[in-house]
Protein backbone atom coordinates (compact mmCIF):
# COMPACT_ATOMS: atom_id res chain seq x y z
CA UNK A 1 0.00 0.00 0.00
CA UNK A 2 1.84 3.32 -1.08
CA UNK A 3 -0.62 5.66 -0.14
CA UNK A 4 -3.96 6.23 2.19
CA UNK A 5 -6.00 9.49 0.52
CA UNK A 6 -8.81 11.15 2.57
CA UNK A 7 -10.47 13.25 0.02
CA UNK A 8 -13.27 15.42 1.69
CA UNK A 9 -14.14 13.35 5.22
CA UNK A 10 -16.15 13.92 7.51
CA UNK A 11 -17.15 12.05 11.25
CA UNK A 12 -20.20 13.54 12.67
CA UNK A 13 -21.26 12.36 16.19
CA UNK A 14 -24.94 13.50 16.94
CA UNK A 15 -24.90 16.65 14.75
CA UNK A 16 -21.35 17.37 15.91
CA UNK A 17 -18.53 17.81 13.72
CA UNK A 18 -15.63 15.21 15.03
CA UNK A 19 -13.77 16.22 11.78
CA UNK A 20 -14.94 17.98 8.78
CA UNK A 21 -14.45 17.91 5.43
CA UNK A 22 -10.83 16.62 5.78
CA UNK A 23 -8.45 16.20 2.56
CA UNK A 24 -4.92 14.60 2.77
CA UNK A 25 -3.07 12.00 2.34
CA UNK A 26 -0.30 10.06 3.96
CA UNK A 27 2.18 8.09 2.10
CA UNK A 28 4.38 5.00 2.23
CA UNK A 29 8.13 6.04 4.02
CA UNK A 30 6.73 9.04 5.50
CA UNK A 31 6.05 9.27 9.15
CA UNK A 32 3.37 12.26 9.75
CA UNK A 33 3.10 13.69 13.48
CA UNK A 34 -0.48 14.37 14.06
CA UNK A 35 -1.18 17.73 16.26
CA UNK A 36 -4.42 19.43 17.94
CA UNK A 37 -5.37 20.38 21.41
CA UNK A 38 -8.09 18.32 23.14
CA UNK A 39 -11.40 17.62 20.98
CA UNK A 40 -9.81 18.59 17.81
CA UNK A 41 -10.22 14.94 16.37
CA UNK A 42 -6.91 13.27 16.40
CA UNK A 43 -8.64 9.98 17.95
CA UNK A 44 -11.66 10.23 15.48
CA UNK A 45 -8.83 10.50 12.63
CA UNK A 46 -7.01 7.01 13.85
CA UNK A 47 -10.63 5.54 14.42
CA UNK A 48 -11.11 5.91 10.57
CA UNK A 49 -7.61 5.08 9.52
CA UNK A 50 -7.93 1.79 11.43
CA UNK A 51 -11.75 1.55 9.62
CA UNK A 52 -13.13 0.96 13.68
CA UNK A 53 -15.77 3.19 12.42
CA UNK A 54 -16.73 4.17 8.31
CA UNK A 55 -16.77 7.99 7.28
CA UNK A 56 -20.27 9.82 7.51
CA UNK A 57 -19.06 11.38 4.54
CA UNK A 58 -16.63 11.77 1.96
CA UNK A 59 -14.32 8.69 1.01
CA UNK A 60 -10.86 7.01 2.78
CA UNK A 61 -9.20 4.59 0.13
CA UNK A 62 -6.28 2.54 1.15
CA UNK A 63 -4.09 2.12 -1.89
CA UNK A 64 -6.06 0.10 -4.02
CA UNK A 65 -9.03 -0.29 -2.08
CA UNK A 66 -12.05 1.34 -0.74
CA UNK A 67 -12.95 1.86 3.08
CA UNK A 68 -15.27 -0.83 2.70
CA UNK A 69 -13.00 -3.29 1.28
CA UNK A 70 -9.90 -2.52 3.50
CA UNK A 71 -12.32 -2.88 6.61
CA UNK A 72 -12.87 -6.34 5.68
CA UNK A 73 -9.90 -7.85 3.80
CA UNK A 74 -7.29 -5.59 4.90
CA UNK A 75 -7.19 -5.07 8.92
CA UNK A 76 -4.26 -7.56 9.06
CA UNK A 77 -2.31 -4.87 7.52
CA UNK A 78 -2.54 -2.57 10.59
CA UNK A 79 -0.55 -2.20 13.69
CA UNK A 80 -2.04 0.02 16.27
CA UNK A 81 -0.25 1.23 19.59
CA UNK A 82 -3.03 2.79 21.66
CA UNK A 83 -3.72 2.98 25.73
CA UNK A 84 -4.22 -0.26 25.63
CA UNK A 85 -1.33 -2.78 25.66
CA UNK A 86 -2.74 -5.89 24.29
CA UNK A 87 -0.34 -7.34 26.47
CA UNK A 88 -0.87 -10.59 28.99
CA UNK A 89 0.43 -9.10 32.09
CA UNK A 90 0.87 -13.24 33.59
CA UNK A 91 2.86 -14.18 30.31
CA UNK A 92 6.71 -13.22 30.07
CA UNK A 93 7.68 -10.45 27.22
CA UNK A 94 9.11 -13.50 25.08
CA UNK A 95 6.13 -15.56 25.62
CA UNK A 96 3.77 -12.31 24.20
CA UNK A 97 5.90 -11.98 21.66
CA UNK A 98 5.88 -15.70 20.18
CA UNK A 99 1.69 -15.54 21.06
CA UNK A 100 1.00 -12.64 18.68
CA UNK A 101 3.85 -13.82 16.21
CA UNK A 102 2.14 -17.50 16.66
CA UNK A 103 -1.63 -15.42 15.64
CA UNK A 104 -0.50 -13.91 12.94
CA UNK A 105 0.84 -16.74 11.17
CA UNK A 106 4.82 -15.94 11.22
CA UNK A 107 6.60 -18.93 9.97
CA UNK A 108 9.51 -18.90 12.68
CA UNK A 109 7.81 -17.51 15.95
CA UNK A 110 10.54 -17.72 18.36
CA UNK A 111 13.01 -16.46 16.08
CA UNK A 112 11.03 -13.18 14.70
CA UNK A 113 10.26 -12.67 18.87
CA UNK A 114 14.12 -13.02 20.30
CA UNK A 115 14.81 -10.72 17.27
CA UNK A 116 12.38 -8.58 18.27
CA UNK A 117 13.56 -8.47 22.09
CA UNK A 118 17.01 -7.17 20.72
CA UNK A 119 15.85 -4.68 18.87
CA UNK A 120 13.70 -3.36 21.92
CA UNK A 121 16.66 -3.75 23.76
CA UNK A 122 14.39 -6.47 26.58
CA UNK A 123 16.87 -9.76 25.49
CA UNK A 124 17.82 -9.86 29.49
CA UNK A 125 14.06 -9.71 30.75
CA UNK A 126 12.77 -11.82 28.20
CA UNK A 127 11.84 -14.47 30.46
CA UNK A 128 10.35 -12.68 33.38
CA UNK A 129 6.64 -12.31 33.51
CA UNK A 130 5.12 -8.46 32.07
CA UNK A 131 3.77 -7.66 34.98
CA UNK A 132 6.94 -7.07 36.88
CA UNK A 133 8.39 -4.88 33.83
CA UNK A 134 8.28 -0.55 34.14
CA UNK A 135 6.29 1.30 31.59
CA UNK A 136 8.49 1.73 29.34
CA UNK A 137 9.60 -1.78 29.21
CA UNK A 138 5.67 -2.36 28.47
CA UNK A 139 5.65 0.32 25.99
CA UNK A 140 8.76 -1.07 23.95
CA UNK A 141 7.22 -4.72 23.93
CA UNK A 142 3.61 -2.97 22.98
CA UNK A 143 5.67 -1.66 20.08
CA UNK A 144 7.10 -5.07 19.14
CA UNK A 145 3.40 -6.57 19.67
CA UNK A 146 2.22 -4.05 17.12
CA UNK A 147 4.99 -4.40 14.55
CA UNK A 148 5.87 -8.35 14.56
CA UNK A 149 3.94 -8.87 11.35
CA UNK A 150 4.87 -5.69 9.85
CA UNK A 151 1.80 -3.91 8.75
CA UNK A 152 1.88 -2.06 6.13
CA UNK A 153 -0.05 1.16 8.14
CA UNK A 154 1.27 1.76 11.79
CA UNK A 155 -0.92 3.84 14.35
CA UNK A 156 1.00 5.42 17.20
CA UNK A 157 -1.44 6.95 19.62
CA UNK A 158 0.70 8.98 22.11
CA UNK A 159 3.32 6.14 22.29
CA UNK A 160 6.00 8.40 23.72
CA UNK A 161 4.33 9.55 26.81
CA UNK A 162 6.33 9.15 30.37
CA UNK A 163 8.59 7.07 29.03
CA UNK A 164 12.20 7.28 30.03
CA UNK A 165 15.01 8.57 27.90
CA UNK A 166 16.73 4.75 26.88
CA UNK A 167 12.33 3.67 25.81
CA UNK A 168 11.98 7.08 23.95
CA UNK A 169 15.33 6.63 21.91
CA UNK A 170 14.56 2.62 21.12
CA UNK A 171 10.88 4.02 19.77
CA UNK A 172 12.61 6.40 17.77
CA UNK A 173 14.78 4.07 16.36
CA UNK A 174 11.88 1.79 15.67
CA UNK A 175 10.22 4.35 13.97
CA UNK A 176 12.67 5.11 11.57
CA UNK A 177 13.24 1.44 10.84
CA UNK A 178 9.42 1.44 10.00
CA UNK A 179 9.56 4.15 7.72
CA UNK A 180 12.63 3.06 5.86
CA UNK A 181 11.02 0.06 5.38
CA UNK A 182 8.12 1.72 3.64
CA UNK A 183 5.21 1.62 6.19
CA UNK A 184 3.12 4.22 6.66
CA UNK A 185 3.36 6.01 10.13
CA UNK A 186 0.95 8.03 11.48
CA UNK A 187 1.40 9.11 15.30
CA UNK A 188 -0.30 11.58 17.24
CA UNK A 189 1.23 13.27 19.78
CA UNK A 190 0.83 15.31 23.10
CA UNK A 191 4.25 15.26 24.19
CA UNK A 192 6.08 18.65 23.38
CA UNK A 193 9.58 16.65 24.29
CA UNK A 194 9.03 14.56 21.05
CA UNK A 195 11.16 16.28 17.96
CA UNK A 196 9.25 17.38 15.46
CA UNK A 197 12.25 17.32 13.60
CA UNK A 198 11.84 13.44 13.47
CA UNK A 199 8.45 13.58 11.12
CA UNK A 200 8.44 14.08 7.40
CA UNK A 201 5.20 15.24 7.51
CA UNK A 202 3.36 17.14 10.37
CA UNK A 203 -0.29 17.84 10.18
CA UNK A 204 -2.61 20.03 13.07
CA UNK A 205 -6.13 19.68 13.48
CA UNK A 206 -8.53 22.50 15.25
CA UNK A 207 -12.19 21.31 16.15
CA UNK A 208 -12.43 18.68 13.18
CA UNK A 209 -10.48 20.73 10.44
CA UNK A 210 -7.39 20.22 9.10
CA UNK A 211 -5.82 23.53 9.83
CA UNK A 212 -2.11 23.04 8.86
CA UNK A 213 -0.04 20.05 6.55
CA UNK A 214 3.12 20.77 5.92
CA UNK A 215 6.29 18.90 4.87
CA UNK A 216 8.91 21.76 4.55
CA UNK A 217 11.29 22.34 6.90
CA UNK A 218 9.64 26.01 7.03
CA UNK A 219 6.87 24.38 8.20
CA UNK A 220 8.20 22.45 10.68
CA UNK A 221 9.49 25.66 12.62
CA UNK A 222 6.12 27.06 12.08
CA UNK A 223 4.17 23.55 13.66
CA UNK A 224 6.76 23.95 16.63
CA UNK A 225 5.92 27.70 16.73
CA UNK A 226 2.15 26.60 17.14
CA UNK A 227 3.23 23.92 19.56
CA UNK A 228 4.95 26.40 21.67
CA UNK A 229 2.05 28.91 21.71
CA UNK A 230 -0.43 25.81 22.35
CA UNK A 231 1.86 24.08 25.07
N1 LIG B 1 -18.25 8.37 20.02
C1 LIG B 1 -18.47 9.68 20.13
N2 LIG B 1 -19.70 10.18 20.39
C2 LIG B 1 -19.91 11.50 20.49
N3 LIG B 1 -18.96 12.44 20.34
C3 LIG B 1 -17.71 12.01 20.09
C4 LIG B 1 -17.39 10.63 19.98
N4 LIG B 1 -16.06 10.53 19.72
C5 LIG B 1 -15.59 11.79 19.68
N5 LIG B 1 -16.56 12.68 19.91
C6 LIG B 1 -16.42 14.15 19.90
O1 LIG B 1 -15.71 14.50 18.73
C7 LIG B 1 -14.75 15.52 18.98
C8 LIG B 1 -13.37 15.04 18.60
O2 LIG B 1 -12.97 14.02 19.53
P1 LIG B 1 -11.58 13.24 19.45
O3 LIG B 1 -11.60 12.24 20.56
O4 LIG B 1 -11.38 12.73 18.09
O5 LIG B 1 -10.53 14.40 19.74
P2 LIG B 1 -9.00 14.30 20.15
O6 LIG B 1 -8.28 15.30 19.31
O7 LIG B 1 -8.53 12.90 20.10
O8 LIG B 1 -9.03 14.83 21.64
P3 LIG B 1 -8.19 14.35 22.94
O9 LIG B 1 -6.79 14.79 22.72
O10 LIG B 1 -8.88 15.11 24.03
O11 LIG B 1 -8.36 12.87 23.03
C9 LIG B 1 -14.90 15.88 20.45
O12 LIG B 1 -15.75 17.00 20.55
C10 LIG B 1 -15.56 14.65 21.05
O13 LIG B 1 -16.34 14.98 22.17
Same mark, same amino acid.
Given at each position: ?????????????????????????FNAGQLTLV??????????????????????????????????????? #??? /??????? +?? $???? %? !? =????????????? #??? /??????? +?? $???? %? !? =????????????? #????????????????? !?VLL??P???????????ML?IFDEARSQGQIVVMIT????VPISMADRVI???????????S????M???????????
Amino acid at each position: MKTIRLDNVSKVYQRHFALHRVTTEFNAGQLTLVLGGNGAGKTTLMNLLATLEPPSDGSIRFGDWDFETFSRR #GRR /NIGWVSH +DS $LLYP %E !L =SGRENLEFYAKMY #GIK /NPSKTAQ +DW $LERI %E !L =SAAADKRVRTYSR #GMKQRLSIARALIHRPA !LVLLDEPMTGLDHRSKDVMLRIFDEARSQGQIVVMITHDFSVPISMADRVIILDQGKLVFHDSTHEGMNLADLYLEKTS
